[in-house]
């Protein structure tokens, strides 16, 4: 019986070591199986991250491609305002050269018409007239006088005949340039008187006289 008790132990003690190994070995498995998966893991994130990478480049260098053509563009733009900056600065000097001779014209017109004003001034200043009227004598102007009395109330009438000579004319000396010769005036001599009552008459004396009635005599003298 001990025998048998004691094969049974080193048979025991054996399937033990043995389970031992199997189970080593299964936790080494398993740690096989681990570590599988966990490089199937790395490759699948590798490939992951270089998939990721690639779109990542891809889109990156779209990035980099569309930045170039907008710096391209902007560079065109710059160039363009550049130009135009160039073009606004010349139509301003331009526009600053005319308004300086708009200026100087205006001061000009601004003097030329002050000179006029004050020569105008000074023209009407230094500019007179002088007018000097002759007139002839009475003898000489008119050659005879007829009375024609009338009688009763009726007016007694005066008849003045002018001589057919040549008057002296009017002189008129002007200082003003381009002096004109103006129309000589006519003389006119008007005296008036009026008619006396017959009571009047009677009373102021005694012997008859007749009402008297001067007309109004218009002659214009020759002028030479």
């Given at each position: 019986m001990k025998a048998k008790l004691i094969n049974q132990d080193s048979q025991n003690q054996q399937l033990k070591l043995k389970l031992a190994g199997l189970t080593q070995r299964v936790e080494e498995l398993d740690e096989n199986k681990v570590l599988q998966?966990?490089?199937?893991?790395?490759?699948?994130?590798?490939?992951?991250?270089?998939?990721?990478d690639d779109n990542t480049v891809?889109?990156?260098?779209?990035?980099?491609?569309?930045?170039?053509?907008?710096?391209?563009?902007?560079?065109?733009?710059?160039?363009?305002?550049?130009?135009?900056?160039?073009?606004?600065?010349?139509?301003?000097?331009?526009?600053?050269a005319e308004q300086d001779k708009a200026?100087?014209?205006?001061?000009?017109?601004?003097?030329?018409?002050?000179?006029?004003?004050?020569?105008?001034?000074?023209d009407h200043k230094n500019t007179t007239a002088t007018l000097e009227i002759?007139?002839?004598?009475?003898?000489?102007f008119f050659s005879s006088t007829t009375i024609i009395p009338t009688l009763g109330l009726q007016k007694?009438?005066?008849?003045?005949?002018?001589?057919?000579?040549?008057?002296?004319?009017?002189?008129?000396?002007?200082?003003?340039?381009?002096?004109?010769?103006?129309?000589?005036?006519?003389?006119t001599i008007a005296t008036t008187s009026r008619t006396k009552s017959p009571e009047e008459t009677n009373s102021s004396s005694s012997g008859p006289q007749s009402a008297v009635?001067?007309?109004?005599?218009s002659t214009t003298p020759v002028a030479e």
């Open positions: 998966m966990s490089e199937d893991g790395l490759l699948e994130l590798r490939e992951k991250i270089s998939k990721e891809k889109e990156l260098t779209l990035e980099v491609e569309r930045l170039t053509g907008r710096l391209k563009q902007l560079e065109g733009v710059k160039g363009d305002l550049m130009k135009t900056e160039d073009e606004y600065d010349l139509l301003e000097k331009k526009f600053r200026n100087s014209l205006s001061k000009v017109v601004e003097e030329m018409r002050i000179q006029m004003s004050r020569s105008k001034e000074k002759t007139s002839p004598r009475a003898e000489d007694t009438r005066i008849t003045i005949v002018p001589k057919p000579t040549t008057l002296a004319s009017k002189t008129k000396r002007c200082d003003i340039s381009g002096g004109l010769n103006q129309a000589k005036s006519p003389v009635s001067i007309i109004t005599v």
